[in-house]
């Protein structure tokens, strides 16, 4: 199957898992709740649980295993991204094609949606098998955390922008955290919902390459893609003096790493045994050339 074939059945799959974990429109605090599915609902590609589900897959492992993990890890990307939108982060407008949350509801909503998401994250991982939940909750906390996702948005506020080697390094240190992490342990649930335990590691390190490879292209698109491409509003990174690849590269810079990262990411693939043809080693093409 190929990549976008794959894709699009994934995301089928877990925006039904989805429905199925959030509390209804009316539940009280309906406020609360409406705004909960505003912000998951939305759209999106839903690349981080399509993951989930592929690499359990190609383990041996079936949709039932890979869908506790694979909705828990959305809601954590769905918070990230309703709290990054906040004023006192990127203070951005427009999520998905649409108003972001503090936009089309208020602030306080926005960061208890995100408070809430991140939560019912854990109680979905909760219901799973026990020795499985535990390690799911392991890597998803981990990646989430301060040495992972949140860490990298620490980072991410803290940078300055510039093209020294040193500043590179620190760019670098960020996207692991800030974006591969979360890939990473999309890929490791993957193969523990499987119960394949010795192909954790190299699933983590096939998902990091794809993560870091999958915010190259980010970089390279805040410059390059147009909001109605995107869904969301391109340029912030200047606007903002963010560092980034581009401030740090240059487009063509930026490129080039992207497709070291493409190629690092197959090689991965590879040591999974995971050849041309297959939707694991395509993935890195389909993310390298994708327009939003």
Not at 130 to 153: C, D, F, N, T, Y
Not at 158 to 172: F, I, R, V
């Amino acid at each position: 199957m190929s990549a976008p074939a794959w894709l699009a059945e994934g995301r089928t799959w877990v925006e039904a898992a989805l429905e199925r974990a959030l509390p209804s429109a009316n539940e009280p605090p309906a406020r609360l709740h409406q705004a909960m599915r505003y912000a998951l609902l939305g759209g999106g590609k839903r690349l981080r649980p399509a993951l989930v589900r592929l690499v359990c897959l190609e383990l041996g492992g079936t949709e039932a295993q890979a869908a506790a993990p694979a909705v828990a890890l959305e809601l954590v990307h769905t918070y990230s991204l309703v709290h990054d939108d906040l004023p006192a982060m990127d203070d951005d407008e427009l999520r998905r094609g649409r108003p972001t949350l503090h936009v089309a509801f208020d602030e306080a909503t926005a960061i208890l949606v995100g408070d809430a998401l991140l939560t019912l994250s854990f109680e979905v991982l909760a219901g799973d098998e026990p020795l499985r939940a535990r390690e799911h909750a392991r890597v998803l906390a981990r990646a989430a955390g301060s040495r992972g996702m949140v860490g990298g948005q620490v980072l991410d506020l803290s940078l300055e922008a510039g093209a020294t080697p040193d500043t590179l390094a620190a760019l670098e240190d960020m996207h692991r955290r800030k974006t591969a992490a979360l890939f990473a342990a999309a890929c490791e649930m993957g193969a523990i919902a499987a119960g394949r335990a010795a192909e954790r590691a190299r699933c983590a390190a096939f998902g990091e390459r794809l993560g870091r490879l999958f915010q190259a292209v980010d970089d390279w698109l805040d410059v390059t893609g147009d909001a109605a491409t995107l869904g969301k509003t391109p340029g912030k990174d200047a606007v903002l003096a963010r560092p980034t690849l581009v401030r740090a590269l240059g487009l063509e810079g930026t490129r080039r790493r992207a497709e070291e990262l493409a190629s690092e990411s197959r090689q991965a693939a590879l040591e999974l045994c995971f050849g041309p043809g297959t939707a694991l080693h395509e993935l890195s093409a389909f993310v390298l050339a994708r327009k939003a």
